[in-house]
């Protein structure tokens, strides 16, 4: 079983509606990450949270929001789906501690908006 | 929060040494440098970090000259499997919601 594990893997949905996207993971982290990814580039960062009672935002967090239920548990929802809203999203997670190093993803939920 | 530049793509043929180098001028004291990969439709994963010198693991070395400016990652012997998109990525790890993700450099292995 996955880590980090993303559901839905895929989703279409229609203008103005509201989607989430869940996240669960199993390496015991307390950090968790939302990314979003276009065609032919990087990853950007929508939302992160260092711990339970933390939600920051990042570069492009206009459009979503978030919770974190649980140490384990990372939503990200869309309020009002829109078009340009359409890409890759993944969830990710790292240690605060030593090993912080490394993050890791999920397989990520494809989301496409009509 | 450093700048990385590194080759839009590249190409190579299987069993040669591929080494794809990335430079971050303005590279900080307490930044590493961290390589992921990806392959198409899957999230990043890690390859290798490091600070100075040289680091080697199971599937990758990482070449840092003394004054840190630029990086390059090393991969022997490639084969197909390692036809993906490869990050490289400058900041301090306990800073990582910071790091940027530039576009990677396309290594696509041909037989």
């Known amino acids: 079983d996955a880590d980090v594990t993303q559901t839905p893997r895929n989703r279409i949905t229609k203008t103005g509606k509201r989607i989430m996207l869940e996240c669960s993971q199993t390496k015991g982290h307390d950090r968790m990450y939302w990314y979003r990814q276009d065609p032919g580039l990087g990853l950007r960062l929508i939302y992160y949270?260092?711990?339970?009672?933390?939600?920051n935002k990042g570069e492009i967090s206009d459009g979503y929001s978030v919770s974190r239920q649980a140490q384990a548990k990372f939503s990200l929802s869309l309020e009002s789906a829109i078009p340009n809203q359409t890409a890759l999203y993944f969830c990710a997670t790292s240690d605060s501690g030593s090993s912080g190093n490394t993050i890791y993803f999920g397989e990520g939920s494809w989301l496409t908006v009509v | 929060l450093a700048k990385t530049t590194q080759p839009i793509s590249m190409d190579s043929y299987e069993g040669q040494e591929v080494n794809i180098t990335c430079s971050h001028n303005?590279?900080?004291?307490?930044?590493?440098i961290t390589w992921y990969q990806q392959f198409p439709s899957q999230g990043p994963r890690f390859i290798i970090q490091g600070y100075k010198t040289k680091v080697t693991n199971e599937v990758a070395s990482l070449f840092i000259p003394a004054d840190r400016k630029s990086s390059t990652l090393s991969l022997p012997r490639v084969s197909l499997s390692d036809t993906a998109v490869y990050y490289c990525?400058?900041?301090?790890?306990?800073?990582?919601?910071?790091?940027?993700w530039g576009a990677g450099t396309k290594l696509i292995i041909k037989p």
């Open positions: 949270s260092f711990d339970v009672k933390d939600i």
């Open positions: 990525l400058v900041g301090d790890w306990r800073s990582n919601y910071q790091l940027i």
């Open positions: 303005n590279i900080a004291t307490n930044d590493y």
